[in-house]
């Protein structure tokens, strides 16, 4: 049975959803980093992947302190495979877009290792996060 987006669930592919709020992106925040670029190239990498990934932005997610934010989600197949959803802080310029780039197109969490540049990036999500301060 399809979604609303035509893509069935158990198509779904890697998707790296891209933190787009008050400090994610923002110039006035963090003026050494070209945002507009990076959102820019990580559509057209997807726009070329031939479906191996999709690209979408969100509001806050809430670890603003640890801007940019962007959560690699896995795909149906990885899911099955046990990948979970990623965090990755501090995701701003070349290297670490090239490095988000190669993980999706490789197939994201439960399909493909990580770069071992990316994994020095990965943050707890915030619920985690709250969990392990309260321990
Ligand atoms: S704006 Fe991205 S985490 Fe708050």
């Known amino acids: ?13 890697c998707t ?3 933190c787009r709020g008050c ?6 925040k963090y003026p050494q980093a070209d945002h507009a670029w990076q959102l820019d190239r990580l559509r057209a990498e997807a726009a070329g992947s031939g479906g191996r990934f999709t690209v979408r932005t969100t ?3 809430g670890p603003c302190g640890q801007a940019n934010v962007v959560v690699v989600q896995p795909s149906t197949a990885g899911r099955l495979a046990g990948g979970r959803a990623t965090w990755i802080g501090f ?3 070349d290297d670490c877009t090239d490095d988000l780039v190669r993980w999706a197109t490789e197939g994201g969490p439960g399909v493909a290792q990580p770069p071992v540049t990316l994994e020095l990036q990965f943050i707890p999500p915030p619920r985690e996060a709250r969990a392990r301060a309260r321990r």
Do not use: E, F, Y
């Open 1 to 13: 049975m399809g979604s609303r987006t035509g893509i069935r669930a158990a198509d779904r592919p």
């Open 16 to 18: 790296l959803v891209v």
């Open 23 to 28: 400090c994610c992106g923002n110039p006035g």
């Open 59 to 61: 509001d806050c997610l």
């Open 91 to 93: 995701a701003m310029g």
